[in-house]
């Protein structure tokens, strides 16, 4: 069976209006199989997750995984975090939803934030949105100098390396929805009130400049897709592929880690005679 | 139905040692059905816990609630994380696991690093141990002075008090076991390598202290079970009683709440039309 995640990742220059949303690469089945076998998928990740959560306690262990989400307004980042990150033992997983920076934020430079909440060890991390923004709205509402802007590229390649280095592994994931799944998805929300709440009208301001939005995207997963750290191109125009994808892929990262359970750091029979006498 | 919370709550002078720890009070039913109703129990917590996010998003609610975990080493406080705190969606979910003390923390009142993680409105929070230990092992290990333990007990009280009075509920969980059950978990640690890594040599040295333990349980459940956060007395004996007991009473808490979904604060017909022609 083919990686998933080389399946999905993406290298070079990329064309998003080519590539359909609704596409369903490497899943053999339809949407009730993927639905099913979601909560297997979910077995072996708590099991693989608890690997490196043991380790991350042991102290035997540098391991780490990130998944970064990015993508479009309604592309799924949330159901992601509900469908997929509520797969793993709670215990083991840290969220991160990065907002617009705050004051304080934005007096350091862009990765400053980033970086105080990357994942210790024995842990997964779940970025919703990330450093990216800084390359994306940063780029497309001119947030920052056309220079700054440049130099970020290069600053979020190399800040990524590092991560990589310490012993982190990255799972970057854009969520890839057409600007006709987002007008469908908008309108459900302005269809259905258990969802106005997801509804913000600047998501309307935003949409308005969906084609340089694409094009930040596209700068991004030419620029910043390298072997330490690939973006991964996740068709999400079907929710179900789309959990089923990132679950799969999450699955592939954590097994390769390859951990053993951590030995004892203490006497075992001693321990156990000293235990039958209390 | 009776509220599980009000059967397992407790007031006045409570004997632990008189309660039998794999009592399952309110549940009829036997092992297997108590798992089956997990995930039935699951989906109503999601719908609930639904509401309360989103009125925590939209700024309409100052609700939030805090599961407050403690009891001795392997009452299974890692368990009810993976298995009831799992059964929420993350992103609405905060889980905060105190160890001891650092310096920095020991530099200031008790309860500094406790207010700092309380729950944001629309959040579950989840305390795995709290500031129930500087009562507790501070009482046994006489970390503080005599006076100052005693201080704490009210200070606690008026603390979860403002908690209380800013929206929060409290949900505060003593995961009660025997003596003997805490020494088969040992022993089962002890004789499985994919277990090592939960057990640690200072375990047996807390456990030498058991009576002292228990009265000091007995003492905060006394003077801490109050009306505004009573404390609950969950037997741990059997864990998927543990599991079920604490789902069920998540459960009663989020629908006491009795939201609604927020309003739309939006001109829902205009939006509609502006999406129209996008």
Redesign the interface.
């Known amino acids: 069976m083919t990686d998933l995640r080389s399946t999905l990742a993406t290298s070079g220059p990329i064309d998003l209006a080519s590539r359909p949303s609704d596409d369903t690469p490497a899943f053999e089945g339809k949407k009730k199989d993927a639905q099913l076998q979601l909560p297997q998928i979910g077995e072996q990740l708590m099991q693989t997750q608890e690997l490196l959560f043991?380790?991350g306690?042991?102290g035997t262990t540098d391991r780490k995984v990130l998944i970064l989400l990015q993508g479009m307004d309604t592309s799924g980042k949330?159901g992601t975090?509900?469908h997929v990150?509520?797969l793993?033992?709670?215990?083991g997983?840290k969220?991160t939803?990065f907002k617009a920076p705050t004051e304080e934020e934005r007096a350091q430079d862009f990765l400053w934030r980033i970086e105080r909440q990357l994942p210790e060890p024995g842990m997964i991390g779940v970025f919703?949105r990330s450093h990216y923004e800084d390359v994306l709205i940063g780029r497309v509402r001119e947030l920052a100098p056309a220079d700054e802007i440049e130099r970020r590229y290069d600053a979020i390649n190399d800040f990524e390396k590092r991560f990589v280095d310490d012993g982190g592994v990255l799972l970057k994931c854009f969520l890839h929805i057409s600007a006709n799944d987002q007008?469908e998805r908008?309108?459900e929300r302005?269809d259905d009130?258990?969802k106005?709440?997801?509804?913000?009208?600047g998501d309307?301001d935003e949409?308005?400049l969906w084609p340089r939005y694409q094009e930040a995207y596209e700068v991004v997963l030419e620029r910043c897709s390298t072997e330490h750290a690939p973006w991964h191109v996740v068709p999400a125009g079907r929710k179900w592929y789309r959990n089923w994808a990132i679950a799969t892929m999450l699955g592939e990262t954590l097994a390769e880690l390859g951990l053993d359970?951590?030995?004892?750091d203490?006497d075992?029979e001693a321990?156990?005679k000293?235990?039958a006498t209390?």
């Open positions: 043991a380790n306690r042991a949330g975090l509900r990150a509520g793993v033992d709670p215990q997983l969220i939803a919703d007008k908008l309108a302005l009130p258990t106005y709440w997801k509804y913000n009208p309307l949409r308005a359970w951590p030995a004892a203490f075992v321990e156990k000293r235990l209390m």
